[in-house]
Nanobody
Framework: QVQLVESGGGLVQPGGSLRLSCAAS????????MNWYRQIPGKERELVAA????????SYADSVKGRFTISRDNAKNTVYLQMNILKPEDTAVYLC????????WGQGTQVTVSS
């Protein structure tokens, strides 16, 4: 079955960096657009960054533009989210999503930005 497993979350001070990874299995990874969402309790899930199947086009939420970078390695079936200049408001559970006809989701990884 399809599995998306996120890693790389943790506690970081404001201004710091983290790199999230999402390893996919059970699907033809190179055919799927990949997205990173974040979820804050009590708020709607927010699309943070997206990348097309071949990696040629990326897009970002305004709140992270210039600070976050999404990338993928289709040979490793992995998508990444490099997060720089982190702010307390970036604190959330970050979820990996694979999208083509169907949607697949990972369990998420917690990112906490606090001094």
């Amino acid at each position: 079955q399809v599995q998306l497993v996120e890693s790389g979350g943790g506690l970081v001070q404001p201004g710091g960096s983290l790199r999230l990874s999402c390893a996919a299995s059970g699907l033809t990874f190179s055919r799927y657009a990949m997205n990173w969402y974040r979820q804050i309790p009590g708020k709607e899930r927010e699309l943070v960054a997206a990348i097309t199947s071949a990696g040629g086009i990326t897009s970002y939420a305004d709140s992270v533009k210039g600070r976050f970078t999404i990338s993928r390695d289709n040979a490793k079936n992995t998508v990444y989210l490099q997060m720089n200049i982190l702010k307390p408001e970036d604190t959330a559970v970050y979820l990996c999503n694979a999208r083509r006809v169907n949607d697949y989701w990972g369990q998420g990884t917690q990112v906490t930005v606090s001094s």
